[in-house]
């Protein structure tokens, strides 16, 4: 038996409401408008395109082949999903046929008078969304015209924002809004001129590839790899047909595709404003990932390689990178000099290549402490105050360390003579966990020390581990490198402020009375047994060499005298 459908169940879409949605896929944006534009002049076999501007709007004109057919080029125009061009390349292009709209749907412009071949058409762009009996009968205002018109001309009535954005939208530094211009791409395809001059159409700066590394080709179209991280990590690029598509590619490499032929990925549809992230893309991806480990990992590329092009691949894929690597990246660790903050701990040199069976000296970051008692204290700062004693030394940045021998630095310091100080001791290199063969004196004027956490605001808030024979010196050089000036809450001037403090509030600790060298007379009154009393006069002490007083002796008013020594 037959089932008789009741009408309309195979209608599955509302026309109206997804016709009435079409405006909202468009970003009310000129710069968009004109992409789709240029877009159709290059699917048209255009060779030139002239843009004129005026106070009521503009005038965009092609050479291009027109609208074909006549009046049903109009209705083909218009009509959602349907397009039309003499293209060899259009299938692959694979248009939406929605462009034009974006023109109709930008709330800035009131009318849109299309013109090719022996017809005009002027569309209303508040009516043409609204009124449903005016979009259903637009071919009432279809005018025939007594001279032809070559290739496809539209005259757009907006106003003078919007004429003003346009002009902005071809001057990279005055347009904000995007990063590519919408003219930027079409070297080769289109030749563009605003209000008579030219408008350079070479690929956006960011999208060059000034120095190539790899030049090959994918699915036939031109594919360039280079290295370049001054525009960022997102830096990549497809040329589709003209219309610069930026890609999101998290690497220091960057490559561009310039596809003039066939469908090597997919763009996002209606704008192409991204690529459709589909097996088409993985396998671009991949392509260029496998590529870029090729060049990088031959060792014949060695006079091209870099550093910084080794550590790329080690972020892309570290478990192929350490498989197939014939390298590692090492930086030279270098010695401590004097320290204003923890951002100065720890200091590593420029990273550097080795290949596996010329490697440097590698020692694991951090130190490792025993105290008195033997118990074992990972530190994690303060490897940089050893690093005369141990003399140059790498540590490992990228590489595969199961087949590399790193060393770790250990430390037992000597005889605790005050809260974290302690005499200097002994170090030596140990590999893994087992500590070394052979212990060796802390011999060097320069304390040695280590730490886990670091202090915003003060000295004795850090948990150090010092070894010296000279806490004072410490206190005024090397303790800065527990300084961790990062804070959510509160400038750098009020931290350094309180931790410069609380320095001097430990000195004093350690050598009695004392003030800074710049003093104020309320720090030599705190010292005086009558406190109100006014000090009268400061005598200044010398050492034997006579250049730099050490200690100055305050009076006051009632004879009272302090010798302080200075910070």
């Not at 990279?172 to 408008?199: C, F, H, M, Q, V």
């Not at 004027?445 to 000279?470: I, L, R």
């Amino acid at each position: 038996m037959t089932t008789q459908m009741p009408d309309g169940l195979t209608d599955l879409i509302n026309t109206d409401r997804v016709r009435s949605s079409i405006r909202h896929l468009f970003q009310n944006d000129i710069a968009e408008c004109l992409s789709e534009l240029f877009q159709n002049s290059q699917r048209a076999r255009a060779r030139t395109v002239e843009i004129v501007t005026c106070e009521e709007g503009f005038t965009y004109r092609d050479d291009g082949h027109g609208l074909l057919d006549g009046m049903e080029g109009f209705h083909t125009l218009l009509k959602i999903a349907e397009s039309n061009f003499d293209n060899e390349t259009i299938t692959d292009q694979d248009p939406m046929g929605l462009g034009i709209h974006a023109l109709l749907a930008h709330d800035a412009i009131r009318q849109v008078t299309f013109a090719s071949g022996d017809y005009r058409l002027a569309l209303d762009t508040k009516r043409w969304w609204a009124d449903r009996d005016y979009y259903t009968h637009w071919f009432t205002q279809l005018e025939e015209l007594q001279e032809p018109v070559e290739g496809f001309e539209v005259i757009v009535a907006a106003n003078a924002k919007l004429v003003q954005q346009l002009k902005q939208v071809f001057a990279n530094s005055t347009y904000p809004y995007r990063k590519t211009g919408p003219a930027e791409g079409y070297e080769g395809y289109l030749e563009i001129t605003l209000d008579g001059a030219k408008i350079d159409t070479r690929l956006p700066h960011w999208a060059r590839t000034e120095q190539p590394l790899i030049k090959t080709s994918y699915q036939g179209s031109r594919l360039t790899v280079g290295f370049d991280c001054e525009y960022g990590a997102h830096n990549s690029s497809v040329n589709w047909y003209g219309q610069v598509i930026e890609l999101d590619f998290h690497s220091g490499f960057k490559f561009h595709l310039d596809v003039r032929s066939g469908r090597p990925v997919n763009p996002l549809s209606p704008t192409r404003r991204g690529l459709i992230k589909d097996a088409a893309y993985e396998a671009l991806i991949r392509f260029v990932k496998d590529e870029i480990f090729r060049f990088a990992f031959d060792t014949n590329n060695r006079a091209q390689v870099k550093p910084e092009y080794v550590a790329a691949c080690f972020h892309m894929d570290g478990e192929r990178a350490r498989r197939e690597s014939p390298y590692i990246v090492a930086a030279e660790l270098l010695p401590l000099d004097n320290p204003s903050s923890l951002e100065d701990l720890d200091c590593k040199g420029d990273n550097e290549l080795f290949t596996y069976d010329r490697v440097p000296r590698l020692l694991a970051e951090g130190v490792i402490v025993l105290d008195r008692e033997r118990q074992k204290q990972e530190d994690e700062h303060g490897l940089s105050s050893f690093i005369k004693l141990v003399g140059k030394c790498y540590v490992l940045k990228h590489g595969d360390s199961a087949r590399l021998k790193v060393e770790s630095l250990w430390w037992k310091s000597g005889r605790q003579v005050r809260e974290f100080f302690h005499e200097p001791g002994e170090w030596g290199v140990g590999v893994g966990d087992h500590p070394p063969a052979v212990w060796h004196p802390v011999e060097q004027e320069e304390p040695v020390f280590s730490f886990n956490d670091a202090s915003n605001w003060e000295v004795d808030a850090v948990d150090w581990t010092v070894g010296t024979t000279d806490i004072v010196a410490f206190l005024r050089n090397e303790s800065w490198a527990g300084f961790d000036q990062e804070s959510d809450e509160h400038n750098y001037e009020e931290l350094q402020a309180s931790y410069e403090e609380s320095i001097d509030r430990v000195l004093r600790e350690v050598i009695g009375n004392c003030v800074p060298v710049r003093f104020t007379v309320y720090d030599l009154q705190s010292f005086m047994p009558t406190k109100d009393a006014r000090i009268q006069k400061v005598r200044y002490h010398y050492d034997g060499q006579g250049i730099s007083p050490q200690e100055i002796t305050a009076v006051n008013a009632k004879g009272e005298e302090v010798r302080l020594r200075l910070l």
